[in-house]
């Protein structure tokens, strides 16, 4: 049998360089336990939005095993955020990085820079410095609050040609909230997050970037505002791009539980923030889907809504759960999945897609496990949920990277 003979391949507008690159790969390894009659070959994911931990917080996720649970995800580049220790806001800083990426990520891993010296916002990062080595700059986990500081950094980022890749959060609004300012926390005793604290800096970000030009991208929006600023200013023809995460999409604030793998930054909204959301990715207002996963130890997500940390892995049940609660039900196309998790990122990021796959069975059928992570973070809202498709191999440049 030749494999290739065999496979669907989901290659959307990727043009037929990739499905040649697909052929030639497969045939060369040795792939004779899998049954390819109902196997679907997707191009590789790309994940702008990641956290691994290292330098810094190795207990939480290292960047191998970041990188191994990217590759059962079924990614082969992701974008990793630089709440570090040492936060990447130099070149020294940001070298130590590297280092490590070079040492032991099994798949393409792009870092970005912070915006501000050690994410404080009150100094410019080395922007000039780290711009040939990183993927854009971003502060993510906090947003840059200061007007003036966001102008020169977009000045900045202008010059270099990089984004600015911008976690959009009003501190003076947060008022010690940590999950949405909604139902539940109204029943049950929570401090909520206002959408506003998203939106307002959001919309003081659009008017920066029509006076200042900047390529520009909202990390995880969440809120029905959100989406309709974002909305408004793409049709003005603003430089802008978003993404939202998996659990924005298939959840809300009705589904919490008293339990910290349901808290994340930004919380889980209401229905209609959802439902805005779902509204967005269907008419290209949302861009990608990025998962922000954020792992942290058992013991730091044990302690409730309140005192959990903040931040839920993601990278190992993307795209079992957008297939099984977004595409079968007929909500978005394959194809547009596609679009949301391959090319859009890569094409906004400048990242290409060498000979990089994934080969997936969409018929399994399996109740998701954290036990089965690969990733050193087990706080997940879909624990226990119902899913199809299971990765049974990543190849990233043209090497078996994941193997069932
Ligand atoms: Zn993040």
Not at 49 to 70: M, N
Not at 360 to 365: G, K, S, V
Request: net charge negative; hydrophobic share 35%; glycine share 8%.
């Amino acid at each position: 049998m030749t494999a290739n003979t065999k496979v669907n391949i989901i290659s959307a507008s990727l043009g037929s360089s990739f499905v040649d690159d697909i052929g030639i790969s497969i045939s060369n390894f040795d792939f004779s336990a899998i049954d390819f009659s109902r196997c679907v070959v997707f191009p590789g994911f790309c994940d702008v939005h990641v956290h691994f931990r290292e330098p810094g917080f190795f207990y939480k996720e290292t960047i191998a095993s970041g990188s191994l649970a990217s590759a059962r995800g079924g990614y082969t580049a992701v974008c990793t955020m630089p709440n570090l220790n040492p936060v990447p806001d130099s070149t020294e800083h940001l070298k130590i990085q590297r280092d490590i990426i070079e040492d032991s990520a099994c798949i393409h891993v792009y870092p970005y820079g912070s915006i501000t010296v050690g994410q404080k916002g009150e100094e410019l990062s080395d922007l000039d410095g780290m711009a040939p080595d990183v993927i854009g700059f971003s502060d993510d986990g906090r947003g840059v609050q200061s007007d003036d500081m966001m102008r020169a950094a977009m000045k900045k980022a202008k010059a270099l040609n990089k984004p600015i890749v911008a976690h959009c959060e009003v501190n003076e609004l947060l008022r010690g909230g940590y999950i949405h300012d909604g139902a539940y926390a109204t029943q049950h005793g929570h401090r909520g997050i206002c959408s506003e604290s998203e939106w307002a800096q959001i919309a003081r970000d659009i008017e920066l970037v029509k006076e200042i030009g900047v390529k520009y991208h909202v990390c995880h929006i969440s809120t029905k505002e959100s989406v309709e600023l974002i909305r408004k200013a793409k049709a003005e023809g603003v430089d802008i791009t978003c993404e939202t995460g998996p659990h924005y999409l298939v959840m809300d604030d009705s589904m919490l539980q008293e339990d910290g793998r349901f808290k994340m930054n930004p919380p889980l909204r209401s229905k209609e923030d959802r439902n805005a959301l779902v509204e967005g990715i269907i008419d290209g207002t949302i861009d990608m889907i990025a998962t922000d996963h954020a792992p942290h130890s058992a013991e730091e997500k044990s302690r409730g809504l309140e005192n959990s940390a903040f931040g839920v892995v993601g990278i190992e049940t993307a795209f079992p759960i957008m297939y099984t609660y977004l595409v079968k039900p007929g909500i978005i196309t394959m194809d547009r999945l596609v679009e949301l998790m391959v090319i859009n990122p890569r094409k906004r990021f400048g990242i290409e897609l060498g000979c990089d796959y994934s080969i997936w069975d969409l018929q399994e059928e399996y109740t998701v496990d954290p036990a089965e992570f690969v990733s050193l973070g087990k706080a997940t809202p879909f624990e226990g949920w119902k899913v199809n498709g299971r990765c049974l191999a990543t190849v990233c440049d043209g090497k078996l990277v994941y193997k069932k």
